[in-house]
């Protein structure tokens, strides 16, 4: 769970990066003027509040599948306790997470023009 929760995470900042025309984050508005540093790079719900057509894109979704998927992602991505857990987790939990993460690593990628 844990490596798939960082791509969305990577996902994200690299969103964020194209949108802005920037290579480097630390030159992006969200780490100059909103203060996305450090451990808060980890907070998806920060990532998203500086992402408007991702934002957009899971209000709009008429099928509600961007917006569970966001909700499964966001409510278990735990960067610090997944990637230092020494247990095993629920495998269905861990299938809905990656499932979700699918879903939203592919609208971020979309968005960017990757696929």
Request: aromatic share 10%.
């Amino acid at each position: 769970m844990y490596l798939s929760g960082y791509a969305v995470e990577c996902a994200f900042i690299a969103l964020i990066c194209y949108a802005e025309c920037n290579n480097n984050f630390k030159d992006t508005s969200a780490f100059v003027s909103n203060g996305i540093t450090g451990s808060t790079m980890h907070q998806l719900s920060r990532l998203l509040s500086v992402s408007p057509s991702i934002q957009t894109a899971i209000s709009a979704d008429m099928t509600q599948k961007l917006r569970t998927a966001w909700s499964i992602v966001a409510s278990q991505w735990k960067y610090c306790q997944l990637r230092y857990y020494n247990k095993d987790g629920n495998k269905d939990d861990a299938e809905r997470f990656v499932d979700a993460v699918r879903t939203l690593h592919a609208l971020l990628l979309r968005q960017q023009g990757e696929i």
